[in-house]
């Protein structure tokens, strides 16, 4: 039998191979049990899903499990944003969701995510524990199907987006944006995002340009929904067709967010990280704790410093960031990835309300992005340059690179000196500039990054290059 192994989100796999209709239901069968655990089970369960191959049968599958295990599904009326059906939890007072989606994964997987009461990610202890409780066969899935689960009130068919629209009204003035005059162009990623900027910016000054806004499950331009080069690249090529001010890039099931400037560049997710954290202290004056990655920019180091807030680091994911952000209060919390969630908001990431947020930015200011970067830059003295190389492995030689890169110590990476090394997640080298080194494995693929930041932007090739060298890839 095909053994489930939940990752930083919960469980991904490839369509028709290990992610099957019976794999689904046991999971489904799992969190059920999950549920009943933590005794959330009598308060029901959102489950929603993304546009691809077969999505939406997944879902009624899991929702078919969770009814016979008399536990009530607000189950979603189309493909829904992975933030929208977080927000849905809290909306509905439910004990949890399941979230049908691979998020930015490549065509050929699927996925299965599962949130908390909180519409946040689940902590790595209790995504074990629903790894145990996922049956090791389909005797022990409970199963009713779907017409009767409706007829007895066990699912509900419902429209998830009038109450996270309204929470958006809530969090950003919605309205000044509308009334601004930008054109704003959307690039979809042919995933759960389409149509939503349109909606919400109807009825004012500011144009909405969408592309790759129709479902295909075989995302063409793109290897992966993921919203960096080069995927991101057709769709920036409209920038200037279009005479945009911004583009907002989300991922396949917009949690995430990727930014390009109004002369097409794009604007990498640290680099936009720095933006978030600045619009947040400077613009609106907000305090508190900031929430990170460790692989995330450390230009949110220095303006916590300048703005007397805290900085809690954390490893990779929202597994981490989301409980932390919860108990600290965070202001705002974030990844490399281009997720960013907000105080106020659920701990989740939430690709649409950054795209707002950046884009109200704009409206405060009166500035396009790249002058609004350049005065993150200006602010915390100076440029700083990212990149990342991703390569897969094969899996018999994970322990000996692991072993390899835990026992490197070298005194210079890229020609700078190490002066320290963290072992939150993989293994950080930091160097004399602040800059900093990462070589880890991936916790939804079997790939290993090796990511540097730094202010010399002559040394991101000779840094990425050591980096390789370390873990035995060159």
Not at 228 to 252: E, F, H, Q, R
Not at 338 to 344: L, S
Request: charged share 25%.
């Amino acid at each position: 039998m095909y053994t489930i192994k939940f990752g930083t989100d919960g469980w991904r796999a490839r369509i028709a191979e290990g992610y099957t209709f019976d794999n689904v239901r046991r999971c489904a069968q799992g969190f059920a049990a999950y549920l009943y655990e933590k005794g959330l089970a009598e308060k029901g369960v959102v489950i929603g899903y993304d546009k691809r191959f077969h999505a939406e049968n997944f879902a009624t599958a899991s929702a078919e499990v969770m009814a016979a295990n008399g536990i009530h599904v607000w189950l979603t009326d189309t493909a829904t944003p992975t933030p929208t059906i977080s927000y849905a939890v809290v909306a509905k007072n439910a004990g949890g969701a399941i979230n049908i989606t691979a998020s930015h994964n490549p065509p050929e997987d699927c996925g299965f995510k599962v949130r908390d009461p909180f519409g946040g990610a689940i902590d790595p202890a209790n995504l074990q524990l629903i790894e145990r409780l996922i049956p090791p066969d389909m005797d022990g899935v409970k199963h009713m199907a779907l017409a009767p689960a409706r007829a007895d009130d066990l699912v509900t068919v419902f429209d998830p987006a009038p109450d996270y629209i309204a929470q958006l009204h809530r969090l950003v003035d919605i309205e000044a944006i509308k009334n601004a005059g930008f054109t704003v162009l959307v690039d979809c990623m042919w995933g759960n995002g389409a149509g939503w900027f349109p909606r919400l910016l109807a009825g004012g000054k500011t144009k909405v340009v969408e592309v790759h806004n129709e479902r295909n499950p075989i995302f063409p331009f793109m290897t992966r929904p993921e919203p960096i080069p080069p995927n991101v690249d057709d769709g920036l090529s409209y920038v200037t067709k279009v005479g945009a001010d911004v583009a907002i890039i989300n991922d396949g099931d917009a949690d995430r967010v990727g930014i390009g400037d109004e002369n097409g560049n794009f604007v990498d997710q640290l680099r936009v990280y720095g933006m978030m954290g600045y619009y947040l202290l400077e613009l609106r004056g907000e305090r508190g704790p900031i929430v990170k990655t460790i692989s995330t920019t450390k230009v949110l180091n220095k303006l916590a410093a300048i703005y007397d807030v805290p900085v809690y680091e954390t490893g990779v994911g929202f597994k981490y960031i989301a409980p932390k952000m919860m108990e600290v209060d965070a202001m705002i919390g974030g990844e490399e990835s281009g997720g960013y969630a907000f105080r106020g908001h659920v701990p989740e990431r939430d690709g649409i309300l950054a795209g707002l947020l950046m884009v109200d930015m704009m409206v405060r200011t009166g500035k396009k992005p790249s002058q609004l970067l350049q005065d993150v830059f200006d602010k915390v003295g100076g440029e700083y340059f990212y990149d990342r190389i991703d390569s897969r492995f094969d899996a018999a030689e994970k322990t000996a690179i692991l072993a390899r890169v835990g026992a490197a110590m070298p005194e210079t990476i890229g020609g700078l000196k190490v002066i320290d090394k963290i072992t939150i997640d993989g293994n950080q080298f930091i160097m004399e500039d602040g800059g900093w080194l990462l070589i880890r494995f991936s916790g939804t693929e079997p790939i290993i990054r090796v990511y540097c930041e730094t202010m010399h932007g002559d040394k991101v090739q000779a840094i990425l290059d050591d980096g390789m060298r370390i873990a035995g890839l060159r």
